[in-house]
């Protein structure tokens, strides 16, 4: 621990421990929600413990909430965190080679841990930023999940608060960045589009796993431009 104090600068440290307090007000949403859509008080904490990805937890919560089938809210997280295959390849470095250093980082993947690495292009420094921010990350929102499962109990309507579009509006800001893209753009549009179309006619779950098709078309648009570059 000595070793990540003296690597990092304090500003980078300062940046790290206010992206943990944001993500600690999520997980304050994230408990509240779940414990007044009808979740027992334990179930929120469990899933954090072990899932410990909140774009995934918020989708699972969500779609059963709305009276959906469970497995089609596990399949949804999966796809999800498919992401996190990519994030291992370019952030594998920094887990070292023992199994149990492995096995941890990789529970500790997630976008803020990868960005901050990646960010950082000493090899020492984006070891010490991964596990600073990592363990930072899962402390604070797994505390933050704790106090908001406990106020759940007591809050019956979490529209009251707006807490229902915490999560959702970190997410829009994650993604508008990338929107600038041209290619971006298209599979985003296609995506939303088939989910709102789906939504009134197919069962809670299945319309995010429709909005897939998006992904498909922009893997197929881009295929004729790699074969012209190609040549």
């Known amino acids: 621990m000595r070793s990540i104090w003296r690597t990092l600068d304090r500003g980078l440290v300062r940046d790290i421990g206010l992206v943990c307090l944001a993500d600690a007000l999520v997980g304050v949403s994230y408990g509240a929600i779940s414990v007044s859509s009808g979740f027992p008080l334990w179930a929120p904490m469990l899933l954090s413990l072990l899932v410990f990805a909140g774009a995934s937890q918020f ?126 753009r298209l599979p985003v549009l296609l995506g939303v589009v088939a989910a709102l179309v789906a939504t009134p006619v197919l069962p809670a779950g299945l319309p995010v796993l429709l909005a897939l098709v998006g992904v498909v078309a922009g893997a197929a648009a881009k295929e004729p431009k790699q074969r012209e570059g190609a040549h």
């Open 59 to 184: 989708m699972f919560v969500g779609i059963v909430a709305s009276g959906g089938n469970p497995l089609a809210a596990v399949a949804a997280g999966l796809l999800v965190n498919a992401r996190h295959v990519p994030f291992g390849f370019a952030v594998g470095d920094v887990f070292g080679r023992g199994l149990f250093t492995r096995l941890a980082g990789s529970h500790l993947m997630v976008d803020e841990t990868v960005a901050f690495a990646l960010a950082q292009r000493d090899a020492d420094r984006r070891r010490a930023v991964y596990w600073l921010c990592g363990a930072g990350l899962f402390a604070f929102w797994n505390t933050g999940v704790v106090l908001g499962a406990f106020a759940g109990t007591a809050i019956h309507d979490t529209d009251v608060f707006g807490l229902d579009a915490a999560f959702p509006a970190v997410l829009l800001a994650l993604v508008l960045p990338s929107l600038r893209d041209r290619a971006t």
